[in-house]
């Protein structure tokens, strides 16, 4: 199989798999009341050992000013490159948590545009992280080089294609999952 075939053939498996839809909240307040509730009952249930008067202001979340339709939500550093210090979720298994994303909610259309969820493990744990990235549709991505979306087990130079995921499925994954 040639360069070009296996480009076609990466493309075609981005198609084929549902890559470019996820399940997701019917609005944006519903959104962030999802994320909130699983961070908070992860918190509960010991699985986060961050406290939820802790978690309530770490998860934020504002809509984009030019388009109101669009919603951004974060918590935690955007980008974990296992500083010492920072704000992040901390799991009872010793890995910390941080994410970052953005949808869109435009009349009966709901999608993601972009996200990153990164779990950085605890220390001598192989991957050292494992991190979620969904890149925004405009930019230029080969399925095969660098797929729309995609996880990163364990170095930023191996992107694994996967279909899009929704926050809570993800979530769901690295906080029980793993």
Not at 63 to 71: G, I, Q, V
Not at 79 to 86: A, N, R, S, T, V
Request: aromatic share 6%.
């Amino acid at each position: 199989m040639g360069l070009d075939e296996a480009r076609t053939s990466a493309r075609h498996l981005q198609d084929r798999a549902g890559l470019t839809e996820s399940p997701l909240a019917h609005s944006i307040d519903e959104l962030v009341t999802e994320i909130r509730a699983l961070l908070l009952e992860a918190s509960d249930d010991g699985t986060l050992l961050t406290a939820p008067f802790e978690i309530i202001p770490l998860l934020r979340h504002r809509r984009d000013r030019r388009n109101p339709e669009t919603l951004t939500v974060w918590c935690g550093e955007t980008f974990d490159q296992g500083q010492e210090g920072g704000q992040f979720l901390h799991l009872s298994n010793g890995g910390r948590l941080s994410f970052s994303l953005t949808a869109e909610y435009a009349g009966q259309v709901r999608r993601l545009i972009s996200y990153r969820f990164h779990l950085r493990r605890a220390a001598g744990l192989s991957p050292a992280f494992l991190r979620f990235d969904l890149n925004p549709e405009h930019g230029v991505h080969e399925p095969l080089d660098e797929p729309r979306c995609h996880l990163h087990p364990g170095s930023d130079d191996i992107r694994i294609q996967c279909p899009i995921l929704s926050p809570t499925e993800i979530l769901h994954k690295l906080l029980y999952g793993i």
